[in-house]
């Protein structure tokens, strides 16, 4: 069958999929008709292949679209495996346990009780994550409440609800205030007057305050997202819960239908899609849904725009430039830099390396895109484009190649520009990390090296398993030794520990007077 590949090989620093001798897995996507794929929790699975110094491994299998982990989702199928009936029954009364509690119209009718209740009534649940009714109240006696939930804060659920941060999966890293009114105020004067906002709750929200606030401001906002949470807080033209790495609906058609209306209002002028998928997420994947959500849009263009294409802000790290570039030639990227409120290294303001690396890359004619100046970005009229203060221009590579905000130098050997840190290697023939390894990155086994098998497959297992488990032991011997004595310490006279914390007091006294 043949199928088109990408994924997430090991080595592969730029995410790039498809280098001959990479190892990992990668999702397969079948160019033809096939069966349909199996459902786990989180929508219909994606078919798999293991992939060792480039070639396939001959057994395919289905896994979870939105976890790589099986922690969070232990999907797992041979593509040739024959389940019985009992199983398949089991399966999906587990995937429909796993699903809300309540539906799609329930949770709108809950939200309308609720703001039509007292605000000495209006509580919020942060154990359960839940707004609640008065006939719930009983059952969350002894959770953390929140009491008064006001009308502002039911308009910011991002700041109510409690991020999850599973890289691989959510990765709710939610913008910051600096980015979020950038992007709110790009929007506006771009002229977009709808924006569907997949993954990005915190830029839904701010623009639907900001029309509420301002009347001038006339922009409409969809979210999209894969945490059913918000489906209590927004009605259902508002929010629709949605699994972004296999395009698939929670609620089925109707909410297909609300994103399909959404998108071909006024033959689809004046909409934009603004998404923020998981950084562990895979590229083409992504890509194949964002694909689709761009055919829905087409359906209501009429064929004198058919050679039109819907804008798009994809935010990722500049790092996967090629990856999105493969899948969409007439994407750019920007110089901005997004930040997050909830991420410790994704932060506006830091320097060097440690600057944030998430860029927003988009279709739309980059001299349209006005930087803010105030926080250092100026115009090129060479490259036509706004960059950033360090991004000096190339008279050799007639550009601003800087990708990750610090000033880049030209090799001549390369003839292209490179990071500062980078020298250029003889041996490998162009740039590298000072202490790179010339040989390249290995990717066989870990035990002995070998370039031929896996760890898994390794015949000296049992010889590591060996060393592995005197280690173990060593390791169990120190941490009991170290209980028994917390034990032993614990065991103090009470008079003792409070004369030795008498006796500590004092000698601060003394130090600090």
Known sequence: MAASRGGLETGAADGSAGCSGSSGVEVVFPSGPAAPAPLCPHGPTLLFVKVNQGKEETRRFYACSACRDRKDCSFFQWEDEKLSEARLAAREAYNQSCQPPLSRIQCVERLLRFVQLPLPQRKFCRRCQQLLLPDDWGEHGEHELLGEVSMAQLQRPSQLLHPLENKKT??????????????????????????????????????RLTAADDKKYDIKSLL??????????????????????NHHF????????????????????????????????????????????IAIWKEGQSQDNSHKELPIFWIFPYFFESRICQFFPSFA?????????????????????????????????????????EEGYRFCPLCQRYVSLENQHCEH?????????????????????????????????????????????????FICGNSDHKRSTCPNTCLSRGANKAVRKQKQRKSNKMKMEATKGQSMNQTSVIRRKKRRERVHQYLCS
């Open 170 to 207: 959510n990765a709710q890293y939610l913008f910051a205030d600096r980015t979020c009114h950038f992007l709110v105020h790009l929007l506006s004067t771009l002229g977009f007057r709808r924006v569907l906002c997949v993954g990005t709750p915190r830029l839904h929200e701010l623009i």
């Open 224 to 245: 999209l997202d894969i945490d059913s949470r918000y489906s209590q807080f927004y009605m259902e033209d508002s929010f629709c819960h949605y699994n972004m790495f």
């Open 250 to 293: 929670f609620d089925g058609k109707a909410a297909l239908d609300v994103c399909r209306a959404f998108l071909q209002e006024d033959e689809g002028d004046g909409v934009i899609m603004v998404t923020d998928p998981p950084f562990g997420g895979l590229v083409e994947p992504l890509a194949i849904t964002f694909k689709k959500l």
């Open 333 to 373: 990227m920007l110089d901005y830099q997004v930040d997050y409120d909830n991420h410790a290294l994704y932060k506006h303001g830091k320097t060097g390396r440690k600057q944030s690396p998430v860029r927003i890359f988009t279709n739309i004619p980059l001299h349209k895109v006005i930087l803010p100046t």
């Open 397 to 445: 590579c007639n550009s601003c190649t800087s990708k990750d905000g610090r000033k880049w130098k030209h090799c001549f050997f390369c003839r292209k520009c490179v990071k500062p840190s980078w020298i250029h290697c003889s041996i490998c023939g162009h740039c590298a990390v000072a202490d790179h390894s010339c040989a390249g990155p290995g990717a066989g086994c």
